[in-house]
């Protein structure tokens, strides 16, 4: 007899058919003696109609009202689910945010969880019930009501998990795992048995959307066992553990990739002290999230430098924008800017002990004639900015370098 | 300067642009300088479309579940209007029924207000913001979701008058008024400028449909002034409001109508003490409310009653079926059932000191050859039940007899 908590996306409660399924799947862990807490993200396409609805009304909607209104789509799940266990004759009950006492800060639509106060879920667990939590919402200190983004049901499972020390988070998801690599450009990508939280967040970091690096993070530093699992499958997926032996002795886990960034360089900045806060200040100060950043001896001789770095493609024409104003008024010569770029990287935590693993990397994409623009390294992450138009090769390259389609 | 509690329907909030046209109007009354506390019903249709959901996954919703699903129409309707609101300009800010600290009793689907709290009304209200509580919905003792039951936003709306002491509580709606009778019925029913709070319970119980009577009541006993008006126009409605001299000088303020009524008579009861209690004992325990009950010597002769009554038509299968087990085991003769009659009302606080009243209502229903079935009487009502087919003809009598198109 454990405790479970199970986390189900909108895809997997689009429809009461759907529904009933997940309370079937519930029903059924139930009975074998868990204890079973359930978060539910909003119907599929629920969020994004409630939202609409905000945005016919004002073109940027007060935060706090907009969250007031999102957050009645997983109220509506998890009624409709405890309606669901009732058909079958199961007592389950509904837990909003501010029932399941989920406090968070105050940041509207991207709040930050900050304790859960556990005793009513435990209550409704000690008198055998289901208990079904609203996922993505919260309550600020003052009473009202946020929510937290993105991926904000996985981040209530699994800040659920950790309150409620459960033996596992199953996240319930439209994927059977995580991949070695993404099974659309490589058909030898393997699904993984296990992978470490690091591991994790940096696959999820380069572009691998199976959850939002916040909620891994989450179970990172609590500890939380997360097993991420198809809703239409018995199949075991993918473990997300702390590191172990095992995972050390492979050099690579996996292989991401990322077509949402662009590259920048701004030449002949003149090279004195201070110059590189000129540049970013203003960048970030504008929310633009920086990745990675090269200065290398300026093609126009000594006394000046070219800087290159990149950022999200979606805020490319902002920074072009920014940036041409920096270059005049710190006497750079010019900005250059390239969209057409993209991210591959190698995530492994076996990188640590083994020597030779970037060599291999360069060797295998020189091998395909692919130049590399820019290097930047982790731990336990190697990534090369290369042209766009071969990032499925390079992919696929890396992956047979590295013969991930091996266990 | 004033505080008003203005309270808008479903039909009033039906679309996202009939929500606009209510901002805009409480918005008005803002800018004159009044501190707003608005109550909304869910967007019209969309609480049936909740109900109708929940009864696909199960015929009988655990009726807490069923709360927790139909409160989200409210939340939505109240994040709505604010953000309609901001587009002005104007701060408004929602508050859900357990953040208005709408404590209720635990009759889910049909709760009552226990307690308002309204501290962070009047500081929200200090902060010149709008206020839009969240009608229909509560918290009971223990932290879980109420639905207050039909007409409920009024009752949230009624409530809060009392709790803030507002100067008036604004009901609009899809009537401009309280009609001396049913204008459908009556082309010369006219618009009552004033009504007290006894008449307008009256004529509520007895079918005119403007507000439930658990409204009425509850602002009978707080002593809030309700203006009943439509939302569509800027014309006043009709105040409900104590009972003064002016409206005792009229006799009669009122016809009203139902034929939601059924009629039953029990032939040759015995004659014996506890005979009444036998055969209403069982009726009120299957939960059939009975309204009038009268009993006369049968023309079976002496020693024997035949008792007749009415129950509401809805339930008259099931009296039936009932009665019948019962007439057979107190040896009475038989039951007999009509379905097509109706119940004609006159109401009015003048009455009290007026002789004559009912002599001149059976005269007027006479004259156009109408025969009574059954009388019953309170301090300020007269009803008759008389075959369905006479209603209108009736209604129409009794209001030309009493003069009620003159003011």
Do not use: W
Request: charged share 25%; with cysteine; net charge negative.
């Amino acid at each position: 007899m454990a405790l479970m908590v199970q986390k189900f996306g909108g895809t997997s409660v689009g429809s009461l058919d759907l529904i009933r399924k997940v309370a079937d799947r519930v029903i059924r862990r139930k009975r074998e003696g868990n204890d079973m807490v359930v978060v539910l993200s909003a119907m599929a396409g629920e969020t994004d109609r409630l939202l609409g609805l905000a945005r016919q009304m004002t073109p940027m909607p007060d935060p706090r009202e907009v969250d007031v209104l999102i957050s009645t789509g997983e109220q509506v799940s998890v009624a409709l689910f405890c309606l669901a266990c009732q058909a079958h004759g199961v007592e389950a009950r509904s837990l909003l945010g501010f029932q399941a006492k989920v406090v968070t800060d105050d940041l509207y639509g991207k709040a930050q969880i900050i304790d859960i106060d556990t005793s009513r879920i435990l209550d409704q667990l000690n008198r055998g019930r289901i208990v079904a939590v609203a996922g993505f919402q919260g309550l600020d200190m003052r009473g009202n009501i946020t929510t937290l983004g993105r991926g904000g049901s996985d981040t209530t499972a699994v800040a659920l998990a950790a309150a409620l020390k459960a033996q596992v988070c199953e996240i319930f998801t439209d994927v059977s795992g995580v991949f070695t690599t993404d099974p659309n450009v490589h058909h030898k990508a393997r699904k993984l048995e296990r992978i470490s939280y690091e591991e994790m967040l940096e696959m999820a970091s380069l572009g691998a959307k199976v959850m939002e690096t916040r909620s891994v993070e989450f179970a990172m530093k609590y500890g939380v066992p997360i097993h991420v699992r198809h809703s239409q499958s018995e199949e075991p997926g993918t473990m997300i553990v702390e590191e172990d032996e095992t995972m050390e002795a492979k050099i690579v886990s996996g292989v991401a990739y990322s077509k949402n960034e662009a590259r920048i360089t701004v030449t002949k900045v003149p090279d004195q002290p201070g110059m590189a806060a000129k540049i970013f200040t203003p960048i970030s100060a504008a929310g633009i999230v920086i990745d990675m950043i090269i200065q290398n001896t300026s093609a126009g001789g000594p006394g000046q430098t070219d800087v290159t770095f990149t950022v999200p493609r979606t805020d490319f024409e902002k920074a072009m924008t920014l940036l041409r104003g920096i270059a005049e008024e710190i006497g750079a010569e010019k900005v250059l800017g390239d969209e057409g770029i993209a991210k591959v990287s190698i995530v492994g935590v076996g990188m640590r002990s083994h020597a030779g693993v970037a060599t291999k990397m360069f060797a295998a994409l020189a091998k395909e004639g692919i130049n590399i623009r820019m290097i930047s390294t982790s731990e336990i992450k190697i990534s090369c900015v290369i042209s766009e138009k071969y990032t499925e090769l390079a992919v696929r390259a890396l992956h047979d370098a590295f013969e991930l389609d091996k266990n």
